[in-house]
């Protein structure tokens, strides 16, 4: 009777699910946003670990998980849910977060998004997955898929959680029932952070696909040369009309370089991108984006 009455309390005093909605897209755009200006100014880890092991990676991650432990520490919240007055307590008892629950919410806040992040990222570039790598990312849309379940759940108040993260570390979202308690210094930084939140959302907003495209505006195609121009030997290796530029057989699966114009076999102009990143032709840099599937009508 007792965990059914906190359970109906901490009910009537959580966030709607628009709320939780903004606060996990604010917590979802710090990685991308610090990717973006460590990229700018090349600041990755790179060094030796154990003969030919060699770590690469970015700090994007690490930087990610120190902020989020800094809010759950102090606030008892994630970045994205401090910014919207929001806070994590127990599901049966309404305490705040012990050091256990705050190092696992910021592990979780931080790895899940990485990890599939970068599985999404190798699927959409048709890099060689291992099997074991196909099965973790099912097993993400069965998580996403658990998700929505909660979350309907949530909003027929049927559930004090929105998602299977929550109901494992036995957490739920509440507004605190009063301000949290915290010196001068770690106020006047955390505030800081927030107000940072405005660049963070303009970073990642500048630097998505669609709007540098449309600021960048797009590259002018090199005029071709002709071919009375060229010597012998090179007018005899161009391909003809109807000819893949890499492979000088047949086009197999048409594909258009929106970059260059140039038409290329689906295969060959994969295979250059992911060994080279440009279009065979113009070198220009391209990426899975710009290759345009032509089907003959």
């Avoid at 790598?133 to 049927?158: D, P, Q």
């Avoid at 038409?263 to 220009?284: A, D, L, N, Q, R």
């Amino acid at each position: 009777m007792a965990e059914a009455a906190n359970v109906r309390q901490n009910l009537q005093n959580v966030p709607s699910i628009f709320e939780i909605s903004a606060a996990e897209t604010l917590d979802n755009l710090i990685y991308p946003a610090l990717s973006k200006i460590f990229d700018y100014f090349g600041l990755r880890l790179d060094f030796k670990l154990w003969g030919s092991l060699r770590v690469q990676e970015e700090l994007s991650p690490l930087l990610t998980w120190l902020l989020q432990y800094l809010y759950l520490r102090k606030r008892a919240s994630s970045f994205g849910e401090s910014f919207y007055g929001l806070q994590r307590t127990a599901t049966e008892t309404g305490e705040l977060l012990t050091r256990r629950q705050q190092f696992l919410s910021a592990t979780v806040l931080t790895l899940l998004p990485y990890v599939e992040r970068k599985l999404r990222s190798r699927s959409a570039r048709h890099e060689d997955t291992s099997p074991w790598e196909g099965r973790l990312l099912s097993a993400f849309h069965a998580f996403h898929a658990a998700k929505a379940m909660h979350t309907f759940l949530y909003l027929i108040k049927y559930a004090a959680s929105h998602s299977p993260v929550f109901r494992a570390l036995r957490l739920t979202l509440r507004y605190p029932s009063e301000p949290p308690r915290e010196d001068q210094w770690t106020y006047l930084v955390l505030k800081m952070l927030e107000v940072l939140a405005f660049f963070l959302q303009f970073v990642q907003w500048w630097y998505s696909n669609d709007q540098r495209r449309k600021v960048g505006g797009a590259l002018i195609n090199p005029e071709a040369m002709p071919k009375k121009e060229l010597p012998d030997e090179v007018q005899q290796t161009m391909p003809k009309r109807g000819e893949c530029p890499v492979c000088l057989l047949p086009v197999q699966t048409p594909t258009a370089c929106s970059v260059s114009g140039y038409v290329f076999c689906w295969k060959c102009i994969v295979s250059h991108m992911k060994e080279h990143g440009s279009c065979p032709v113009t070198h220009y840099p391209i990426t899975l984006e710009d290759l345009v599937r032509i089907y003959e009508t």
